[in-house]
């Protein structure tokens, strides 16, 4: 990563090494303060990527948006794997600001980790609210991990919330909501990738995501009591 200034830009290096010798490498530049994603050049737009394409249900975008800012930084990779099967064995490496991650496993796994990388940098109104999580960015995260990160980084919010006079949600009802209306955004994504691709790679990833996020959902309503054993 030379040349990277860690003071202004990170940088997520994804890398697919599959068994027949092809690489395929993605690199995902983060503004460091915003998280937000920083494009490094043109990204094609198909038709998938308009915004009214499979609009998800709870868009909060106006007409005077024309594409979907998650699908259109989603595009290069979509487009990659369209033609791909979800089970294809691939080797992931993750070059993290920090350190690196490395992971024998299948494809969809591999992109399901990436994609959710973009949707929560690309502007989605929605999808940003999970941003903060972005800096602590763990691939090949289990259930547990992403809940236990998921209400670190809420009641953190909370915290600073406090400290500015404002009301702190200390019940995790809004973070709840969140999560019910990300639950509906990634219905809409898979919709839209389904229509963008041939074969199930791209849809699987999301998928994943889904499951892990309606996975947090559930345990908000059970009082995040997956993860109490941890301070008893």
């Known amino acids: 990563m030379t040349g990277e200034n860690h003071d202004t830009t990170l ?11 092809t690489v395929k490498q993605f690199e995902t530049r983060l503004d460091a303060r915003t998280l937000e994603l920083l494009p490094q ?18 868009c909060p975008l106006g007409d005077k948006v024309e594409y979907c800012p998650v699908a259109v930084n989603l595009s290069e990779l979509v487009e990659t794997f369209r033609d791909f099967t979800s089970y294809v064995g691939t080797r ?14 299948t494809l969809q796994q591999g992109l399901s980790s990436i994609v959710g990388l ?14 903060p999580m972005v800096r602590f960015h763990l691939p090949f995260a289990t259930s547990e991990e992403t809940l236990y990160r998921a209400v670190s980084m809420y009641l953190t919010k909370q915290y600073f919330a406090m400290r500015r006079g404002e009301t702190p949600d200390w019940e995790l ?7 019910s209306a990300i639950s509906v955004v990634n219905a809409g994504m898979s919709r839209r990738l389904r229509q963008a691709s041939t074969k199930d790679a791209n849809v699987n990833a999301l998928i ?10 559930v345990s908000l309503k059970d009082g995040v009591g997956q993860i109490e054993y941890l301070f008893k």
């Open 11 to 21: 940088l997520y290096r994804y890398t697919f090494q599959f068994e027949d010798g």
């Open 208 to 217: 994943i995501l889904s499951a892990f996020g309606d996975t947090v959902g």
């Open 92 to 105: 992931v490496v993750v070059k993290a600001p920090e350190r690196t991650y490395e992971e024998d496993t």
């Open 41 to 58: 050049r043109e990204l094609p737009k198909p038709e998938w990527t308009k915004l009214k394409y499979c609009q998800c249900e709870n």
């Open 118 to 131: 973009y949707m929560v940098t690309s502007n989605c109104p929605i999808m940003d609210q999970l941003r």
């Open 173 to 179: 009802e809004k973070l709840a909501q969140i999560y």
